[in-house]
């Protein structure tokens, strides 16, 4: 293993409002927000990182309407 690679990475995931600045329905920007969350946590595997921590949720996602935070969570 190369040791220039870090054991652990922390991540902070910030979502910007892709979906609706896209033509896209808000969720879909969520959908493709988790979908590069995944690229990026498959990237960190090969190149052998063995712990990855997210912070994707902030206090302040509670304030958005109900069906959305649920949708949040089902993405996660």
Known sequence: MNNDI???????????????????????GHEVGGDRMFEVVEHLMK??????????????NWKRKEDEVFSLFQIA
């Open 6 to 28: 870090p054991q652990h990475v922390a991540i902070i995931q910030m979502v910007i409002a892709v979906g609706p600045e896209n033509g896209l329905p808000r969720l879909r």
């Open 47 to 60: 190149l052998g990182v063995r712990l990855c921590n997210r912070l994707g949720f902030l206090h302040r």
